[in-house]
Structures are given as C-alpha cells and as structure tokens.
C-alpha cells in the first residue's frame, strides 16, 4: 500500500494528476511482484503551502503531521487479511510533512521514502522512528530543489554539511538513509515521467527494495 503526500502548490483541483502519478507507480509495482495487489492514496488533507514564500515556513507541516501519522494509523487498523507493506511518499514540501509526522508522533509504516526534499525534520535517518535501511530519498541533478532551499540558518553556512531548510538533505549519504536512483535530467516535477525513477520508487512499495545501493554515511 502506497500513501504519497505532495507538497507546495498541491490542493483538490489537482487531485487526478495525483492519482494518474499514483497509478503508475501502483501498476509498476505489480508488476515487480507478481500475484500481489497494491493500493495507491494521494494524502492531500492539509493545507499546503501555495508558494515558494510560504513553503520556508514550518507551519504547515506542523499543522498536518498529526493528521497524517492518524491516517496511517487507520489504514493498519482498517486493513483485512496479512499486514500490508506500507510505504509513505512524500514529494516536495510533502516530504517535510511526512518527516515531521515520523520523526513526532510515528509512523505506521513499513518504508519511509522522499524525493526532491528541502528536508524532512532531522539530520539522520535513524531519528525516523523505523530502521534506516527503510528510509529512502532521491533526488535528480536537474531537480532545483538544492538551489531552492538552503538552509536558513547562519551556523549551518560554510559548514561543509547539505543542509536545507529542514534539516539535511535526506539524499544526502551522511543521512544514513538509502538511495532511491533518479534519472539525473528530471526536474523537481519529473520524477513520475522517468522509468528510472518510476521503478526505484515501485521497487521499494512492492518490497523489493533490498537490491538496491545503500546510502548509509
């Protein structure tokens, strides 16, 4: 089961862009593990940022990350039959939101994954409430997030470290995360439109993950 949460600019009236993203990730990772079904969830029950501006405040992920980890909660609640394997996705300002519902209040998961993150809360993976060879980023060479969101703080300028506006770049190996692999010419909306990426991601919400490269630093 997949649950991904997107970030700034999101609201209802692009949920079906959403759900179409959803769906390629949901096929492909039936495909990778035959006889098995996946259930796809686009999270956009918050108020999201609804500019660049806006995503450099903490605020909205505050205000979600207790709705977010009560619904994943639900769902393990919810579920009929063998445990499914749960993964949460989060996109942008949405893995902010994801970060900070897992680092305060758990989440019910069995993967945690970010692609494109100004960070996620903290500055390494083991502080995410799950293992971190179950934490997962990627980010492209062409995703403009690194330019976008350095870190605001005066002491983290100059130190050598990836910081960004939340924490460290998840994608970053001294994160002790691992990688989700990228085509390195998406940009920060292309993750979904590259089989490269596409298969990564698929790979870890069907659980058949471990092949890939650590990140661990």
Same mark, same amino acid.
Do not use: C
């Given at each position: 089961m997949?649950?991904?949460?997107?970030?700034?600019?999101? +609201? &209802?009236?692009?949920?079906? $862009? @959403?759900? $179409?993203?959803?769906?390629?990730l949901?096929?492909?990772?039936? %495909?990778l593990?035959?006889?098995?079904?996946?259930?796809?969830?686009?999270?956009?029950? @918050?108020?999201?940022?609804?500019?660049? &501006?806006?995503?450099? #405040?903490?605020r909205f992920?505050?205000?979600?990350?207790g709705?977010?980890?009560?619904? %994943?909660?639900?769902?393990?609640?919810?579920?009929?039959?063998?445990?499914?394997h749960?993964?949460v996705?989060?996109?942008? @300002?949405?893995?902010?939101?994801?970060?900070?519902?897992?680092? +305060?209040?758990?989440?019910s998961?069995d993967?945690?994954?970010?692609?494109?993150?100004?960070?996620?809360?903290? *500055?390494?993976?083991?502080?995410?409430?799950?293992?971190?060879?179950?934490?997962?980023?990627? /980010?492209?060479?062409? $995703? =403009? =997030? #690194? /330019?976008?969101?350095?870190? &605001?703080? !005066?002491g983290?300028?100059?130190n050598?470290?990836? *910081?960004?506006?939340?924490?460290?770049?998840?994608?970053? !190996?001294?994160?002790?995360g691992? =990688?989700?692999? /990228? +085509?390195?010419?998406?940009?920060?909306?292309? @993750?979904? *439109?590259?089989? %490269?990426?596409?298969?990564s991601?698929?790979?870890?919400?069907?659980?058949?993950n471990r092949?890939?490269?650590?990140?661990?630093?």
């Amino acid at each position: 089961m997949l649950t991904s949460v997107p970030g700034t600019f999101s +609201d &209802l009236g692009d949920a079906m $862009d @959403y759900v $179409d993203r959803n769906d390629r990730l949901a096929e492909r990772a039936e %495909q990778l593990n035959p006889g098995t079904k996946t259930a796809a969830i686009t999270w956009s029950d @918050y108020n999201s940022p609804s500019d660049l &501006l806006n995503a450099s #405040d903490e605020r909205f992920a505050n205000e979600a990350k207790g709705d977010l980890a009560r619904f %994943q909660e639900g769902l393990r609640a919810t579920h009929n039959g063998p445990p499914s394997h749960n993964t949460v996705l989060g996109h942008s @300002y949405g893995s902010t939101v994801v970060g900070y519902a897992a680092r +305060d209040h758990g989440l019910s998961s069995d993967e945690i994954a970010f692609i494109g993150s100004p960070g996620v809360g903290v *500055d390494r993976a083991e502080d995410l409430g799950v293992p971190p060879d179950h934490v997962w980023s990627g /980010t492209s060479g062409h $995703d =403009i =997030i #690194d /330019t976008w969101t350095p870190s &605001l703080s !005066p002491g983290d300028i100059g130190n050598g470290s990836d *910081d960004h506006w939340y924490g460290m770049n998840p994608s970053d !190996p001294h994160f002790g995360g691992q =990688i989700l692999e /990228t +085509d390195p010419t998406a940009g920060h909306s292309d @993750y979904w *439109d590259r089989e %490269q990426s596409i298969d990564s991601i698929s790979r870890v919400v069907a659980g058949n993950n471990r092949e890939m490269p650590s990140n661990h630093g």
